[in-house]
């Protein structure tokens, strides 16, 4: 069976590397924020064309805590797309805010930006663009609604590691962006992970703050702007003063580890070829996937995308994935349900028929194998399977 995505392929060929970067942090005895988080932090927040970058514990942590440093509180409004993971608008309700969904575009399948303004109320404080299946949101159009709004734009990079719009990366296109290191993502490592990117002091220092409970210097730094309190002595040294134990906010504990980080930085440096064989897949699959049956993805001219999946639209959907079964191919779905018909948002009260773009989508979508190591034998019988059905 062709697998949607498969891990071990790139483990075997990166083995020794990878290896190594393990035991080196397991003989070294430092697991929690130290050398290697940091390391990774400072080459991601490069590779993004950020400042800062902040390690956390996983994707969903990092729009939490991005949420929370853009200053949404209970009661407020984020703005977001029906047709996104869970996370994205998990988040939103983790800050205690309201998930307000827009639809999505039926090229890109991204957050439909001429939709957003009619949902900005005086409780909007900020939007998520998603950038869906590797590819960058409108951010021109966002940020121009967000700027005339005064709203703080959060971008969802999930999926889109290494993507550019307008030449710049994923992560760098708003105020704050969030990634994940899901295994399965296009960068990922071997657990949980995730990342905050920003080029924005305070907004890095709060989140510095936020992942490890609110405490020390960075603690003290959110206090104080809070607070409005200017040149105050600070009330302890934090060179000597276990700041661990002084707590400001109210945070979280949720650190990117030092295994997870040393994994990254072993990989960082291959995501740009990674990248660029999924846009050469892509481009094949484009061009030679000749049946009327499906649609294929549509990127704009002033994206290029990751592909972190290849998506196809087709009609009959069932008896694809069946006949693909058969032959010998995985095929995935992404997503099943958009999100304002998830049971769990059943009281916001939107119904079948709100977001229709969304709704089609999922109901068609159907993902086929996209990952750097497919082979070319493997892309043809999956191009050649596609044509016969
Ligand atoms: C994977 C994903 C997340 C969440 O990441 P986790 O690391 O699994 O918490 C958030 N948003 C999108 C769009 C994703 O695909």
Known sequence: MIPVMNLSRQYKILKE?????????????????????RKFEEEFAEYCGTKYAVGVGNGTDALVIALKACGVKAGDEVITSAM???????????????????????????????????????????IIPVHLYGQCADMGAIGEIAKRYKLKVVEDAAQAAGALYKGHRAGSLAD??????????????????????TSSEELYKY????????????????????HKMENEEYEINFKT???????????????????????????????EEWNLKRRKYAEEYDKN????????????????????????????RDSLRSYLRANGIDSGVYFPLPLHLQKVFESLGY???????????????????????????????????????
């Open 17 to 37: 590397e990878l290896d190594q970067s393990v035991v080196d942090v397991l003989s070294s005895g430092e697991f929690i924020l130290g050398k290697r988080v």
């Open 84 to 126: 996104s993971f869970i996370a994205t608008a998990e988040a939103i309700v983790s800050v205690g805010a309201i998930p307000v969904f827009v639809d999505c575009t039926l090229d890109t399948y991204t957050i439909d930006a001429n939709q957003i303004e009619q949902k900005i109320t005086n409780r909007t404080k900020a």
């Open 176 to 197: 704050i962006g969030c990634f994940s290191f899901f295994p399965t993502k296009n960068l990922g490592c071997a657990g949980d992970g995730g990342i905050i990117v």
């Open 207 to 226: 989140c510095l703050a936020l992942r490890v409970h609110g405490s020390g210097e960075n603690g003290y730094y959110v206090y104080r702007m809070s």
């Open 241 to 271: 003063n276990q700041p661990k134990y002084y707590n400001y906010i109210s945070g979280f504990n949720s650190r990117l580890d030092e295994i997870q980080a040393a994994i990254l930085s072993v990989k960082l440096p291959y995501i």
């Open 289 to 316: 996937i000749l049946n009327k049956k499906f649609k294929k993805p549509f990127c704009k001219k002033e994206n290029e995308s990751v592909y972190y999946v290849y998506i196809i639209m087709t009609e009959d």
């Open 351 to 389: 119904r079948n028929g709100d977001m229709p773009n969304a709704e089609y989508l999922a109901k068609h979508n159907v993902a086929i194998p996209m990952f750097p190591e497919l082979t070319q034998k493997e892309r043809e019988k999956i191009i050649d399977v596609l044509n016969h059905f």
